[in-house]
């Protein structure tokens, strides 16, 4: 993106330099929605720059651009975060590539990365200043449920792919259409192919200019700002979940949440209910937990139909209950053993 010749002023303070650079708390993390395993939405209140801009601003031209990135796709453990970041177009490299050397969070020191975050958050500091972001943070519960819904239930399975779209177009329209913020270019980093789902969000918002392309991240500063809210929000996300496990847990730590990391796999197994496995903080659709679940745990049980169920039945697999092409498969989903449902 070209910008054109910077003209909101960049405002000048002290370094931020909290006591200890890992342990930021962003306005994004809920601790109680977090641990009552519910997903939310945090928007950031709009930038004194918006409240109160400067004498030469002028609307035709002083714009916002907003990058979106996600953090924690892949763990089995903690939540999954979707953010969003604008700036000022004519501070776009200026202000976060050159001043704040934003950059892809998983390049950047955890110490780096809740340095940028401090800023972002801190009354005073340019970047609080002039900017905003937002974060959709998607519990592991929520997840799971989506992913393990039956296929036969209203609007099927809701595969991680729908859940990250709609993730993207709730925090767009709370910038955009709730929050009135004068955004007309989006940039965003996908995993999937970036040519259709550029095509699906451009459908949603015709009147924003929308870049999706892979490794966005180290590309377009905005995203890279993006790529850091989501991660810091990730990484305290995941350590407030497990301070509250903390004594039942012991003190050994589960690592990242990813599949791949032992300590995460050693403490899955160490903390498996043999009835429930985990709590809010286990994304059960994952084949991690499932295979633990079936190696380790009780038995699968089959429910017995009772009479009424029998009754039920009957009246929904007739011509005027369900359909003959849906006969098979709803018999398959009603007797279904619990184990493969959970």
Known sequence: MEGRTPTTPIPETEPVTP?????????????????????????????????SPPENYDPNTDYFVLGIDEAGRGPVLGPMVYSAFYVPSDLHESLLAKKYRFDDSKVLTATNRARLMQHIITKGSPLHEVCGFAAKVLSARDISSGMMRPAASV?????????????????????????????????????????????????????????????????????????????VTRDVALEVCYEALEEDAGNAGWGSGYPSDSKCVNWLRSNMDPVFGWGNECRFSWGTAKEMLEAKAGERVDWPMEEGDSQLMDFLLSSGGASKEGDQELREWFGRKTAEVL
């Open 19 to 51: 006591d200890d650079l890992t342990t930021v708390l962003p306005p994004s993390v809920d601790k109680v929605k977090l641990l009552a395993g519910e997903s939310y939405a945090y928007f950031s209140p709009p930038p004194p720059f918006v409240t």
């Open 155 to 231: 609007g099927g399975v809701y595969n991680l792919n729908a859940q990250a779209m709609d993730a993207t177009i709730e925090i767009i329209k709370g910038i955009v259409e709730e929050r009135k913020m004068n955004v007309r270019e989006v940039y965003i980093d996908t995993v999937g192919n970036p040519a259709s789902y550029q095509k699906k969000l451009e459908a949603v918002f015709p009147s924003l200019r929308i870049t999706v392309a892979k490794k966005a991240d180290s590309l377009y500063p905005c995203v890279s700002a993006a790529s850091v809210v989501a991660k």
